[in-house]
């Protein structure tokens, strides 16, 4: 009888080692909401190895890849582009995925080392992503008087009765 209970017990030992956690409950690809305050901006997402992923419009929803080899977990740079505002690159980072961590008590060495780290589910990817755009300002000397150039609705409520047009 204690030889089948440790047989037992050592079949579902080496079962339990087989597996992994974040590859059972966590995926490789996640969609990511990419916004733009405001909105309109054309994003271009490029991958760590300067490869163009996507080239579109703001606000899009994205799939990507959290791996990008063997415990090696992806990272994009995403450039926003709008008329009137500065232009601005963000970097879209992996994150440990905690279900990783789990192989520590269910998935063994073998969640570790290889099957975690193979499909990628040991990373994660941020949700969403929003970006605020900054107004593109001009600053101009003329006769010692410092003039700023920005977009109508950019200026405060408050200052806009202050304003003079220009011919």
């Known amino acids: 009888m204690m030889k089948k209970l440790i047989s037992i017990f050592i079949a579902v030992f080496v079962v ?7 590859s059972i409950v966590s995926k490789s690809n996640y969609p990511v909401v990419v916004n733009s ?16 992923i996507y080239k579109g419009k703001t606000p899009t929803t994205l799939t990507l890849a959290s791996s990008a080899g063997y415990f090696s977990g992806a990272e994009y ?6 008329e009137g505002y500065e232009t601005r690159q963000v970097t879209l980072q992996k994150e440990l995925d905690g279900w990783y961590i789990g192989n520590i ?9 290889i099957v975690d780290p193979a499909t990628g589910a040991m990373w994660k ?7 605020s755009l900054e107004p593109k300002v001009t600053a101009l000397n003329m006769d010692g008087q410092s003039v700023k150039v920005a977009l109508f609705q950019d ?13």
């Open 77 to 82: 740079y995403i450039t926003y582009e709008l």
């Open 125 to 131: 990817l941020p949700p969403n992503l929003t970006t």
């Open 155 to 167: 200026v405060p409520a408050h200052l806009r009765a202050e304003l003079t047009p220009l011919n």
């Open 16 to 22: 339990a080692s087989l597996v992994s956690c974040a």
């Open 37 to 52: 305050s405001p909105d309109g901006a054309t994003i271009t997402v490029m991958d760590k190895k300067g490869a163009q």
């Open 105 to 113: 008590l269910f998935g063994g060495l073998i969640g570790i080392l």
